[in-house]
T-cell receptor, first 114, second 113 residues
Framework: KAGVTQTPRYLIKTRGQQVTLSCSPI?????VSWYQQTPGQGLQFLFE???????NKGNFPGRFSGRQFSNSRSEMNVSTLELGDSALYLC?????????????FGPGTRLTVT | GQSLEQPSEVTAVEGAIVQINCTYQ??????LSWYQQHDGGAPTFLSY????GLEETGRFSSFLSRSDSYGYLLLQELQMKDSASYFC??????????????FGKGTKLSVIP
């Protein structure tokens, strides 16, 4: 079974621009979660989608948004990029979400904002 | 809100045993997970505890005390390849029938010869 894939792997953007990141979960997985990882801050939860509905949302500004398609693929969008948005963005999938404690992570998208 | 505390760095000798502690404060606690992340890699699941006690998986064991809001990951017979960051993560009820996994900031383990 193919793992979680994320595209692109690396991205450089300028402050004020917007960016869209893509995540394809493991086949059969219906839950996709997004995390932001910065040095020393661990993984900070952005949001979770299940069956095309946002089920949970972390404490990030409205510039961060996402969506999920009927095939469970997910995208996240960051508008009006700021320097502080530079981070590794990880997506993780799981079968049902809910009480699933085991998530499968993709390799991440390294976003650099200049 | 939720908070998790774990040491930022730990150093241990190859072949030895190391324990990484995690304390948490959360409402709606359901269970505690542990993940490993090598530099440049993706986090991978190691273990999960929903009930008090010790869970063993090969060289790795994880412990949970719900009454103390405390858990730890125990790594035995340390190998150089165990050098990585280890994250504890709390699974907690977030309302409307859903649960959320919240990660700690991670413990960087360095295994030295």
């Amino acid at each position: 079974k193919a793992g979680v894939t994320q595209t692109p792997r690396y991205l450089i953007k300028t402050r004020g621009q917007q960016v869209t990141l893509s995540c394809s979960p493991i086949s059969g997985h219906r839950s996709v979660s997004w995390y932001q990882q910065t040095p020393g801050q661990g993984l900070q939860f952005l949001f979770e989608y299940f069956s095309e509905t946002q089920r949970n949302k972390g404490n990030f500004p409205g510039r961060f948004s996402g969506r999920q398609f009927s095939n469970s693929r997910s995208e996240m969008n960051v508008s009006t990029l700021e320097l502080g948005d530079s981070a590794l963005y990880l997506c993780a999938s799981s079968l049902e979400g809910g009480t699933t404690y085991e998530q499968y992570f993709g390799p991440g998208t390294r976003l650099t904002v200049t | 809100g939720q908070s998790l505390e774990q040491p930022s760095e730990v150093t241990a000798v190859e072949g030895a045993i190391v324990q990484i502690n995690c304390t948490y404060q959360t409402s709606g606690f359901y269970g505690l997970s542990w993940y490993q992340q090598h530099d440049g890699g993706a986090p991978t699941f190691l273990s999960y505890n929903a009930l008090d006690g010790l869970e063993e998986t090969g060289r790795f064991s994880s412990f949970l005390s719900r009454s103390d809001s405390y858990g730890y990951l125990l790594l035995q017979e340390l190998q150089m390849k165990d050098s990585a960051s280890y994250f504890c993560a709390v699974l907690a009820y977030s309302g409307a029938g859903s649960y959320q996994l919240t990660f700690g900031k991670g413990t960087k383990l360095s295994v030295i010869p």
